[in-house]
Each structure stands twice: as C-alpha cells, then as structure tokens.
C-alpha cells in the first residue's frame, strides 16, 4: 500500500505565490510518477503537472511559465511551486503517486487553493 499526503495549501491574492509539497510513502517502486491534480466546483478533476522518477514532466496549458513542478527522489517528494496565481487557479489541488510497473494510483486527500482578494 501507498500513503500520499500533500501540504502547503491556503489562501493568496492574485499574483501571489504558494508552493505545494507532496510525499508517498509505502510501497514505493519505479519506475513511477507522482503528479498534481486541481478540481474547481462544478469542474471534472484535471491534470495540472506530472513528472516521472526518469525526469518527464507534463503541464496543463493553463499554467506554463507560471509553475514549476519538481521532486526529490530519494525523499519521495514532489513540489509545485506556483507563481502568479491567478483567480482561476482556486480549485482542491490533489497529489496521485502513480506505480507505472504495476499501473496503479494513489491519491492524497486533496489542499485547498484560493486566490482572492
């Protein structure tokens, strides 16, 4: 079993900056990815940033130059730090460690982003 647990949500006027941290712990295996997820009210959960233990990294369009999605291996942590925080990005960010050996996902709970002001 794989535990996710992420950190570092809150409340941010737009243009502001918050970085999320996110670490798996369990069951751990590679190669793997580990990615957030934002789910706005009324809105389909959506993919925001992923990266795979080999370095890949995806981006929803909508937050190119403005984030930057990193990790630490040999902590099992992933970071996504987000700049200019627009209205928009509000939503219930989610953290997914996904085993590609074995095609399995793990969720976190979810933290709350606001941007308001």
């Known amino acids: 079993q794989v535990q996710v647990a992420e950190s570092g949500g809150g409340l941010v006027q737009p243009g502001g900056s918050l970085r999320l941290s996110c670490t798996a712990s369990g069951r751990l295996d590679r190669p793997n990815s580990m990615g957030w997820y934002r789910q706005a009210p009324g809105k389909q959960r959506e993919l925001v940033a992923a990266m795979s233990s080999v370095g890949v990294i995806n981006y929803v369009d909508s937050v190119k130059g403005r984030f930057i999605i990193s990790r630490d291996n040999a902590k099992n942590t992933v970071y996504l730090q987000m700049n200019s925080l627009k209205v928009e990005d509000t939503a219930v960010y989610y953290c997914?460690?996904?085993?590609?050996?074995?095609?399995?996902?793990?969720w976190g709970q979810g933290t709350q982003v606001t941007v308001s002001s």
């Open positions: 997914k460690y996904t085993s590609l050996l074995w095609s399995l996902d793990y």
